[in-house]
């Protein structure tokens, strides 16, 4: 992946209720063999330092930590605040954050073609959101300023608070940019119907998980 010249961290958010699936937790759905938060971890690997946000992850690569948003199954903004307060402490604060999704098999595409659009010259806003080729905004795969972030999360903290806020409440105050990816590489798995069109084994990970989570994405 050609990221080396942008500087970023990475929050990956993998607490969400997964209610569609019956509560089987999404990141350990596997695609062409291999977990989907590991998937998701190999699309931010060039990032300086990730936090997993959401339950125990198990063994995770060095320049990666987990941690869990307060209260559980709080939501995607939440999380978020989650994430860069544990980047935070594990000595991290680059420029750019990114925040991805945990179950989207082919994000790795979407991340390219977004660090390549931040690498341009010229750039000046608070970060940019990939777009699907129909014109979908998905807020789960972004690179966000770092310090427009954590001053989003300290707003709405102190308008509306973090609990079940979505990331559409979180991003309002933020001059994002929309970038049309790859075909594909913004699907998702909400629905075992999704998991077979996307060609994820829907029995490898079919472990019983929390039947109340939120959903992550907060918006559907």
Request: proline share 6%.
């Amino acid at each position: 992946m050609e990221q080396n010249r942008l500087d970023f961290d990475a929050l990956v958010l993998a607490g969400g209720r997964s209610s569609r699936l019956g509560g089987v937790p999404k990141q350990g759905l596997v695609f062409e063999g291999v977990p989907l938060l590991q998937h998701s971890l190999a699309a931010c690997s060039a990032a300086s330092l990730t936090a997993v946000v959401g339950p125990d992850p198990g063994p995770l690569p060095a320049r990666v930590v987990a941690c869990r948003e307060q209260p559980e199954f709080a939501g995607p903004a939440a999380a978020v605040a989650a994430g860069l307060e544990a980047l935070a402490q594990a000595g991290g604060g680059r420029h750019f954050t990114l925040v991805l999704a945990c179950d989207m098999p082919r994000v790795a595409g979407a991340v390219r073609v977004l660090a390549e659009f931040l690498d341009s010259p010229g750039y000046t806003g608070d970060g940019v959101m990939a777009c699907s080729e129909d014109g979908r905004a998905q807020m789960l795969v972004g690179f966000y300023r770092t310090d427009g972030l954590k001053s989003a999360v300290t707003e709405l903290a102190s308008r509306d608070g973090l609990i079940d806020a979505s990331m559409r409440s979180l991003l309002a105050s933020l001059d994002l940019q929309l970038v049309t990816v790859p075909a594909g590489t913004t699907a998702d798995v909400d629905t075992w119907d999704d998991a077979a069109a996307l060609g994820v084994d829907a029995e490898a990970g079919r472990a019983p998980g929390p039947a109340r989570q939120h959903e992550l994405g907060g918006e559907e």
